[in-house]
Structure formats: C-alpha cells, structure tokens
C-alpha cells in the first residue's frame, strides 16, 4: 500500500500544477491529511524533495494527461 502511494503522490506532482504549488510547504502532512499511507522513512524522504524538480518535466509532458486538461478528473 505504501509504495502505490508514493506513486500517486509522484505522479501527481507531475501531472497537477496546482498540486505542486498547493503542497510546497508540506508535502508529508498534505499525504497524512489525505490518508495516504506511507512509512515514517517516507515522510521524511518527501519532506526533503525538492519540488522544483517537477516542473521542467511537467512541462513537457502532453496536456492530454495532466490533471488541469483532462476531461474526467480522477480521484487522487
């Protein structure tokens, strides 16, 4: 359970823009909040990520699959 949610967080860093400025302070409490599962270790690891990492890849994947083009919203 734990990794499938590191995945969803990353790829929604990714994916969703305002996600990324929305969670720039506290990734770790944000996943907490929303009932995301992860390890302490986890926690700590995506308390230490730098999130500007995202942003050049994000920007070059397609529209069609990030969050704010996409016609059916998924649920994160």
Request: aromatic share 6%; hydrophobic share 40%.
């Amino acid at each position: 359970m734990s990794q499938e949610a590191v995945e969803r967080v990353l790829g929604r860093l990714l994916t969703d823009d305002v996600f990324r400025e929305t969670v720039k302070e506290t990734l770790s409490r944000f996943c907490h909040d929303q009932g995301l599962e992860l390890t302490p270790e986890e926690h700590a690891i995506l308390e230490n990520v730098d999130l500007a990492i995202f942003a050049p890849v994000a920007a070059m994947l397609d529209k069609g699959i990030k969050r704010s083009y996409a016609e059916n919203n998924p649920t994160w």
